[in-house]
């Protein structure tokens, strides 16, 4: 039974997760006023768009930095103050440059708490649940992302200059995560491992594990200090860890080329070049969120009792045969664009139950302490780099190559996918993070 106080912190920790879909998701309601009042160039209006995600590429690769020096606690509080000044600053901006500064910044927070909370709740998590507390992350993203849409249809109905409403009502939620994170305590791995403070450590994990806390403190010990014997065991890229290494970017890797930012991003373009009216494509749009954030929920129910590899199989055949019929729909032009709607609303639900759900969870899990934040951090980083070269480069392709050969290229990317799966990728399923390192390092 997992203890009350750690589904709190958990729960707590995840509202990361929901700033991150929200702030990520919320400037689609607002571009078209925000390139109107500054009358921006196409080219200006693009660099407005997308500054943020160049902003989530370089906290994802910084947000071990704080993670480590000052602890998980203290560089969440700082995402959270992140949040809070980007979006009170652009709702209040008049400047662009100052408007694109701030948008940059809020880039930030997302990309840091892409790679602090998942490690957080990984680390204060009992191994028989830790799976679904971490998916939390992801199922608030995709909530998140949710309710931007919601809030930004809600303000755009009644409020004039409603894109600056649109991107101020943020700070309340980034408000509030930063007063419910004071319940929160530091990670007793990072008290361990950073401080040496086994009173304060011993005190926290007697709350995660009433039972077994002394075993788990004696098992964090002796895995630091074997750590501590490697003279590269701060490093990353070492022998001793180059398969956790792998795992992280081929599993990142794979994450984007399925093709999912590209369907996420234009799917009102993907459903016109079927041949569907805009109405109706905004409409199978809004499908496409409702379906992720339905089988989100699922995973989340089933991702300690199959394990993340069972929902890694079955998402991956899954995706093969859904991207599958949409390249065959491009290319032969004999199905109505209804039919690549639910192919792609099937794709959806696969990878939600899937890549989706198992990323930010299996990354988390499979570093040692001495490197989880350098570990979770070139895994958030390949996700995120990855997402920006498929979103940018998906318009041209699919002008160039048409659809049916992009999709394919997707499709081929999902059976190699199933081969890393099948072959490589090991379960983590109800082990703690020491008896993973023990299985990986000796891997």
């Known amino acids: 039974m997992i203890q009350r106080k750690v589904i709190l912190w958990s729960v707590i920790v995840a509202m990361g997760g929901f700033l991150f879909g929200f702030d990520t998701a919320v400037i689609s309601g607002a571009e078209q006023a925000i390139q109107k009042y ?25 947000g071990r930095i704080p993670a480590d020096a000052l602890g998980r606690k203290k ?3 700082i995402i959270a103050f992140i949040f809070l000044f980007s979006s009170l600053g652009t709702s209040l901006a008049t400047n662009w440059y100052v408007f694109m500064v701030l948008r940059f910044i809020g880039g930030l927070g997302v990309g840091a708490s ?3 909370a998942p490690i957080y709740i990984s680390e204060i998590s009992p191994a028989a649940s830790r799976g679904r ?15 931007s849409y919601f809030s930004n249809y809600l303000i755009g109905q009644n409020f004039p200059d409603s894109w600056r409403y649109m991107l101020g009502v943020q700070a309340v939620p980034s408000l509030l995560f930063l007063v419910l994170l004071k319940l929160v ?24 594990n009433p039972e077994g806390y002394q075993s788990d403190l004696e098992s964090i010990v002796s895995s630091n ?45 993907i459903f016109e070049m079927t041949g569907l009216g805009k109405s109706a494509s905004l409409l199978s749009t809004a499908g496409i969120g409702l379906v992720n954030f339905i089988f989100t929920m699922l995973a989340i129910r089933f991702i300690d009792s199959m394990g993340r590899r069972k929902l890694m199989l079955i998402g991956s055949f899954g995706l093969i045969f859904t991207l599958g019929l949409v390249s065959y729909s491009f290319y ?22 899937s890549q ?76 703690s993070l020491e008896q993973i390192e023990h299985t990986l390092i000796g891997h």
């Open 38 to 62: 500054w009358t921006l160039t196409d080219v200006q209006h693009g660099l407005t768009i997308s500054i943020a995600l160049i902003g989530t590429v370089i906290g994802a690769f910084l």
């Open 75 to 77: 560089a969440l509080l």
């Open 114 to 116: 892409s790679v602090i």
């Open 133 to 147: 507390l971490v998916v939390l992350f992801q199922f608030n993203i995709v909530f998140g992302i949710l309710i």
């Open 185 to 208: 305590p530091e990670s007793p791995r990072w008290l361990l491992l950073h401080r040496s403070d086994r009173d304060e450590a011993t005190r926290i994990l007697q709350v995660i």
């Open 225 to 269: 200090t074997e750590d501590a014997k490697d003279p590269k065991g701060n490093e990353l890229f070492s022998r001793r860890y180059r398969f956790p290494a792998t795992l992280a970017i081929l599993f990142a890797f794979f994450n984007q080329v399925s093709g999912i930012n590209a369907i996420i991003y234009y799917a009102p373009r």
């Open 332 to 353: 032969t032009k004999s199905f109505s664009g209804y039919y690549v709607t639910c192919y792609l609303l099937f794709y959806i639900a696969f990878f939600a139950f």
């Open 356 to 431: 989706g759900a198992v990323i930010w969870v299996f990354i988390s899990e499979i570093f040692p302490n001495q490197v989880r934040a350098k570990g979770q951090t070139m895994g958030s980083f390949t996700h995120w780099v990855m997402a920006a070269l498929i979103a940018f480069s998906f318009p041209w392709f699919a002008g160039q190559l048409g659809g049916g050969t992009t999709f394919l290229f997707f499709t081929v990317m999902m059976i190699l996918q199933l081969l890393f799966v099948w072959r490589i990728m090991p379960e983590t399923k109800g082990k």
